[in-house]
């Protein structure tokens, strides 16, 4: 039993699908970095200067501690305010946004360079068959009369 099951799980393990999503997973997390990066560093502050020089990262609402207000996030955590981070799940959603919008564009990429090459295919396959009209098998197109049914072909 020990043995099946070990044989099916190298059989699963090394397949295409799972080797291409273990590719896919290290380079997503690569990429993450780069993704925070342009949406921290280059997305963000455009926004937020159209916007009166928002910064959403410093948005948040206090619920409970001192009665002080504090001008950045960082302070009020550092007074042990108990905060909701609204402006961070506005850069983290942003930051989704924009992956999801690469990824969009990637995968229609790549569906419209696999369509070309189906084309390409199917431009070059040369029909060597064709159907009885009679018995509809499929049969050499150069047949004069049908093997399977023995009808007289046009």
């Given at each position: 039993?020990?043995?099946?099951?070990?044989?099916?799980?190298?059989?699963?393990?090394?397949?295409?699908?799972?080797?291409?999503?273990?590719?896919?997973?290290?380079?997503?997390?690569?990429?993450?970095?780069?993704v925070?990066?342009l949406?921290?560093?280059?997305?963000?502050?455009?926004?937020?200067?159209?916007?009166?020089?928002?910064?959403?990262?410093n948005?948040?609402?206090?619920?409970a501690g001192?009665?002080?207000?504090?001008?950045?996030?960082?302070?009020?955590?550092?007074?042990?305010?108990?905060t909701?981070n609204?402006?961070?799940f506005?850069?983290?959603l942003?930051?989704?946004?924009?992956?999801?919008?690469?990824?969009?564009?990637?995968?229609?990429f790549?569906?419209?360079?696999?369509?070309?090459?189906?084309?390409?295919?199917?431009?070059?396959?040369?029909?060597?068959?064709?159907?009885?009209?009679?018995?509809?098998?499929?049969?050499?197109?150069?047949?004069?009369?049908?093997?399977?049914?023995?009808?007289?072909?046009?």
């Amino acid at each position: 039993m020990i043995k099946g099951f070990l044989k099916e799980f190298k059989e699963f393990a090394v397949k295409g699908n799972v080797i291409d999503m273990a590719v896919g997973i290290i380079i997503g997390g690569a990429f993450s970095p780069i993704v925070n990066s342009l949406v921290k560093d280059i997305i963000m502050p455009p926004i937020g200067y159209v916007l009166g020089n928002v910064d959403f990262s410093n948005l948040y609402i206090p619920i409970a501690g001192s009665g002080k207000s504090f001008s950045t996030l960082a302070e009020a955590q550092e007074a042990g305010v108990v905060t909701i981070n609204y402006g961070l799940f506005i850069n983290t959603l942003i930051s989704f946004l924009i992956v999801s919008f690469a990824v969009f564009l990637l995968v229609k990429f790549i569906n419209k360079l696999k369509l070309e090459k189906k084309e390409e295919t199917c431009a070059e396959v040369e029909v060597t068959t064709k159907e009885c009209p009679y018995c509809c098998s499929t049969i050499n197109i150069k047949a004069k009369k049908c093997p399977y049914c023995a009808s007289e072909l046009q």
